[in-house]
């Protein structure tokens, strides 16, 4: 009898992840399951029995309209919640106390009156900061809400999401009334380990035998980092495999070598690259599921597919799997790459819980630096802006040094990063985005009206995090961007610095954008966070309250940015690119046009050119049209009453075969200049297809006697070289015979001892295999 554990992680009781595995044997199935009876859900309620102290809001018309009345079907206080004021920066927050699945909301008028909400936004968080709105099709979702005052409107989810804290923001409200609103959330316990990795402290399993050989593995894990670049787990093995997941410009990057040949044309190396904006410092779940070759790569409910390249099966590792980096070993790929710095739970790898191993103490982390289980969450206050938005801050006026720091992420290449008026009228200073470069205008106006202007960057609007640095005074400005002191600009034109008492991120006040404070930019689309002006570094909870400060259409504590190119709607290897409302495609070089490259530039075949009045010569077809194959360049050979497409290949007009047996066969392998999917579509469309292989055997000997091969025995070395050759050049599962190759021609020549037969095969497929063969007997 073969003894099973299953280990279920994630949220109990609801969907979670099972593996079972044998104990004696290291392969495991994975599969998507409740792990509790049929008749249990994630579909509770979570708000009803939640005590007053529970519930929180921007601010209430007074105490019985107080946050804490805003359960569905109570009538307590005044029968709901209402808020002083009827605009867009009210909401209202639930915490669970702990950590919950949520598979469900419903909203509710308040009680009995004409207050209710039409339209909110439902966001999420784990510590009551860094909010995190609700996402379906890709966008930000609006829920629909209600239509009176006590009807109940549920929503189920699209899927669920994990978070201790709920908040709700009205968007839209009964226009003869004001915000009204009772809640209920749906879902369930939710329970997980957790480690925090301080970017220093590696986490390694070690394996019993020192060596791990899979055919089979499935890796699951959760993470959440504020970094943009960081290992995640890494093996290797002294055969050359090795396994790597790891964080490259905030995108998830999967590395994966069953073996190569370094001697040979064996080349294992694989990288699938998922995921975009993943160093929002919120929960993202990978699995990673291989059999031999064939992977499913899945990040946050989005599954890649996908094959390794290379010809082997199994994954040979030595000594240990480690996570949240690579042990340094004096080699250059444990030196050059940044270890993981954030939060991981519910750790498995094949079966294993890592993360309960490690909270047990059963697993020994490197020397370096500190594991913990408690996520430490990061200090940065991201602030987001729209087409509309304005943050102001005050600063220390009449000082005569200016220095504003900040960073900023956005697919915009243009758009108003700062902008500030010295005192006594001394002039303006203005930070851009132009181009996707930062920009400084500053502009002086002592005695005449005099610009300088300076720039640093490229490339700055890709979405990634990017900082700022401005100082000036007397007669000296200096520009630094990402840290880069190396290429810094500087300026030694006349100026004179006198900081005013205000300063405008992202956009203007409307009574601030006219003719004497113009700008050079539109509003900027995107993110902030860690502003400093004069030195200081701005409380943004202060300036959420407005004090100091004020603020126009922006989300305080939440960066919603978009990535419209995950996953990438251009096809047939179009690139994307992207402003905060669309994406365009660059289809050059693709052999593709229209909106996402969908549209082939070439004819489907051979036929279709000789219509067009080509004559022979080499052409670009695309058999498939506007399907997933890719054009594929071929010889079109225009005869009076046929039409030949020819593929060709890589080998030259003769080869040698020595050292043949009976027991063993001399193998030549072919390279097309198409790949097996497009020769399919090639031949699926073609009246006939033949492929043939020439042989020309010198000095052999002819006589049917003992020990010397017969006719027989030629023509059936022949065709098993010929059989021999497809198989060895993988091209079997194209081949079909619709009939026994036959020789079509014999030459024998007494005086040189030679034949030559020429063996033409019928297949589906008219490859040119046009060889002289000398087979040695």
């Known amino acids: 009898m073969i003894l099973t554990q299953q280990v279920c992680t994630g949220a109990l009781p609801h969907k979670a992840f099972c593996l079972v595995t044998a104990l004696n044997n290291p392969v495991l199935k994975l599969w998507r399951s409740n792990c509790l009876n049929s008749d249990q859900k994630c579909d509770e309620p979570l708000v009803s029995g939640l005590p007053h102290v529970a519930f929180s809001s921007s601010s209430s018309m007074s105490g019985s309209y107080s946050p804490g009345y805003a359960k569905i079907n109570k009538r307590g206080g005044a029968g709901g919640w209402s808020p002083s004021d009827s605009d867009h920066y009210q909401w209202l927050q639930v915490d669970f106390g702990n950590r919950k699945q949520i598979s469900a909301i419903a909203t509710q008028g308040r009680y009995s009156s004409s207050d209710w909400v039409t339209q909110y936004r439902m966001l999420y968080s784990d510590t009551g900061r860094n909010w995190k709105p609700y996402h379906q099709d890709g966008n930000i979702w609006a829920f629909p809400g209600n239509i009176n005052s006590d009807g109940v409107v549920r929503h189920d989810l699209q899927h669920a999401v994990i978070a201790r804290y709920v908040r709700v923001v009205p968007l839209d409200w009964n226009g003869e009334g004001r915000i009204g609103l009772r809640i209920e959330v749906y879902g369930c316990a939710y329970w997980a380990d957790v480690i925090n990795f301080d970017g220093h402290v590696v986490l ?43 964080l490259k410009k905030a995108k998830l990057v999967f590395s994966l070598n069953l073996g190569s040949n370094q001697l040979g044309p064996i080349y294992g190396h694989t990288s699938v690259t998922t995921g975009s904006l993943l160093d929002d410092h919120h929960w993202h779940s990978v699995v990673i599921e ?6 499913n790569l899945t990040l946050d409910r989005g ?31 444990s030196s050059s790459r940044k270890n993981f710095k954030g939060c991981m739970e519910s750790i498995n790898y094949n079966g294993i819980n890592i993360t309960d191993l490690a909270r047990r103490k059963k697993l020994e982390p490197s020397n370096v630096g500190n594991l913990s289980f408690s996520c ?33 992420r956005t697919w915009n290449p243009n758009g108003l990063l700062l902008f500030s008026q010295f005192a006594d009228n001394l002039g303006t200073v203005e930070i851009d985005l132009t181009e996707s470069k930062v920009a400084v205008h500053i502009n002086v106006t002592q005695t005449k009206m005099t610009q300088t202007d300076i720039s640093s960057g490229s490339g700055l609007n890709d979405g990634q995090w990017h900082e700022v640095r401005f100082l000036a005074k007397e007669n000296f400005a200096i520009l630094t961007i990402d840290g880069d002191e190396a290429s810094a600009v500087r300026t030694n034109s006349p100026l004179q610095v006198k900081t005013g008492e205000k300063y405008f991120f992202g956009g203007f006040l409307n009574q601030m954008n006219n003719s004497s404070h113009s700008v050079l930019q539109p509003s900027f689309q995107g993110c902030m966070q860690l502003v400093q002006v004069d030195d200081q570094l701005v409380n943004l909870y202060e300036v959420a309250q407005r004090r100091p400060g004020s603020f126009a259409n922006v989300s305080i504590d939440m960066c919603a940015i978009i990535d419209r190119c995950v996953p990438n709607h251009c096809e047939h290897g ?60 071929v010889y079109c050979n225009m005869t009076e009453d046929k039409v030949w497409t020819i593929v060709s290949h890589d080998l030259q007009m003769q080869t040698t075969v020595v050292g043949y047996s009976p027991e063993k066969y001399s193998v030549t392998q072919l390279v097309y200049s198409a790949s097996m999917d497009q020769i399919n579509a090639v ?73 030559r037969i020429r063996a033409l095969c019928c297949l589906q497929s008219f490859i040119h295999l046009s060889q002289e063969v000398r087979p040695n007997f």
């Open 290 to 295: 291989r059999q031999g070759r064939s992977i």
């Open 683 to 755: 031949t699926s469309s073609a009246e006939h297809c033949e492929q043939y292989v020439s042989y020309f055997c010198k000095m052999s000997r002819l006589l049917n006697t003992p020990g010397r091969p017969g006719w027989s025995d030629i023509f059936n070395y022949c065709l098993s070289w010929c059989l021999e050759l497809a198989k060895q050049s993988n091209r079997c599962a194209l081949f079909s015979y619709r009939s026994v190759p036959k020789v079509s021609s014999v030459v024998f020549n007494e005086k040189l001892k030679r034949v």
């Open 574 to 633: 179009g690139k994307c690119s992207q402003t905060w409302h669309s994406f365009q495609c660059a289809c050059e070089e693709t052999g593709y046009s229209g909106a996402t490259c969908h549209n082939s530039i070439y004819e489907p075949s051979c036929e279709a050119y000789k219509h067009l009045g080509q004559t022979s010569n080499y052409y670009w077809i695309d058999p498939d049209g506007s399907g997933p194959l890719g054009p594929l360049k």
């Open 376 to 408: 430490v969450e990061p200090y940065t206050v991201p602030v987001f802006f729209n087409a509309t938005s304005y943050l102001e801050v005050p600063g220390r006026p009449n000082q005569d040094l200016l220095s504003v720091s900040f960073q900023f």
């Open 303 to 333: 599954v890649q597919h996908f094959r390794t390249n290379g010809e082997f099966d199994y994954l040979d590792l030595d000594y240990e799997i480690t996570f949240g980096g690579i042990p340094f070993s004096g080699k250059p790929s």
């Open 204 to 246: 390694p399993y070690r394996f019993r035998n020192k060596k791990m050989k899979t055919l089979k593995d499935v890796i699951a894990l959760k993470f959440k980092t504020s970094e943009s670049e960081g290992v995640i787990l890494h093996g290797e093995g002294q055969q050359g495999d090795y396994i790597t997941l790891e």
